[in-house]
């Protein structure tokens, strides 16, 4: 990390390098700016995670100034659940996501938070607000790209601030695909990029020199923040993740920009044409890697 530098926002081609077919065909996939072989991405989240994992909640809230608990809780409240509802948290980490999905579903329903780090769920696992829901918030240490659970389980899966870290973000979107009832919603709450150039300016600057400083001071780290802010300028735009949805199968699919469009919320449904899936996943086994702590059938 170069103080003072602010770092390019990636152009649309730079930003497909993000995509599966980019990955498959060239054998690599990036973290940040930092470019692995394919296999080697997913050790390297880990130890990121690793790291954090201890502070991680508190860093979210110094860093954003509170602000992404609003994001999360407006993100659920677009998905409109239901009493009953069985939900799928991927990347669900601490937990904040699972505990805003408790208050709509009442003590019928069920959120299955699936992460393939333990440190993270562990984390979060011990905070009082998860304790507190714990015959609701189940936990499932696995891999996103190959869901441990059956097909059409779940009535929403959602997945925030995550998705930009797996290796294969489009067949992790697939599974979440698979796993949905017919009628099933998804949401993807993600950061992006700034509407206004005046705000983005700043954001940057704020993103490669505040963030990475905080995180040497506190954490130990500036390089983990400075890799977090680099893997969201690679990260597929709100109108093209919204494309690669449509593509995996998801109908009226519509996102919301939130302050100035740092954060973007994404939902899409899985319908049935004919009593038909409009799309259907090839990989269905329930093969999921990782060690499980919990199941669903």
């Not at 939900?87 to 299955?112: E, M, Q, R, S």
């Not at 996103?144 to 998705?163: K, P």
């Not at 489009?170 to 998804?186: D, H, S, W, Y």
Request: proline share 3%; aromatic share 12%; with cysteine.
């Amino acid at each position: 990390m170069k103080t003072w530098k602010l770092p390019k926002w990636f152009n649309r081609d730079e930003r497909r390098r993000m995509l599966d077919a980019y990955v498959d065909r060239a054998g690599t996939a990036y973290f940040g700016f930092r470019q692995f072989q394919a296999s080697d991405k997913v050790n390297a989240v880990l130890a990121h995670f690793n790291r954090v994992a201890p502070k991680y909640d508190f860093m979210n809230s110094v860093l954003s100034f509170g602000i992404h608990y609003a994001w999360k809780r407006k993100a659920v409240r677009m998905l409109a659940l239901k009493p009953g509802d069985q939900i799928l948290d991927v990347c669900g980490g601490t937990g904040d996501l699972a505990v805003y999905c408790t208050n709509h579903i009442g003590h019928a329903g069920k959120v299955f938070l699936y992460d393939i780090n333990r440190a993270m769920m562990e984390a979060g696992r011990s905070r009082p607000q998860n304790t507190a829901r714990s015959r609701q918030i189940h936990y499932i240490q696995g891999d996103a790209e190959q869901i441990a659970c059956g097909d059409e389980r779940f009535d929403a899966a959602l997945v925030g601030f995550g998705i930009r870290n797996l290796t294969h973000l489009e067949k992790g979107f697939q599974e979440m695909f698979r796993v949905l009832k017919p009628g099933g919603q998804i949401l993807c709450l993600e950061f992006s990029k700034p509407v206004n150039p005046v705000f983005r300016w700043l954001y940057d600057f704020y993103s490669f020199n505040i963030m990475p400083l905080l995180g040497k001071l506190i954490v130990g780290s500036a390089e983990s923040y400075a890799c977090l802010s680099e893997t969201i300028r690679m990260f597929p735009l709100p109108g093209e993740l919204s494309a690669i949805l449509r593509k995996i199968g998801f109908h009226r699919v519509a996102y919301h920009r939130m302050t100035n469009g740092i954060a973007v919320a994404h939902v899409g449904l899985k319908e049935q044409s004919n009593g038909l899936l409009q799309n259907t996943n090839q990989n269905k086994s329930e093969n999921g890697h990782g060690v499980v702590t919990g199941s669903v059938k």
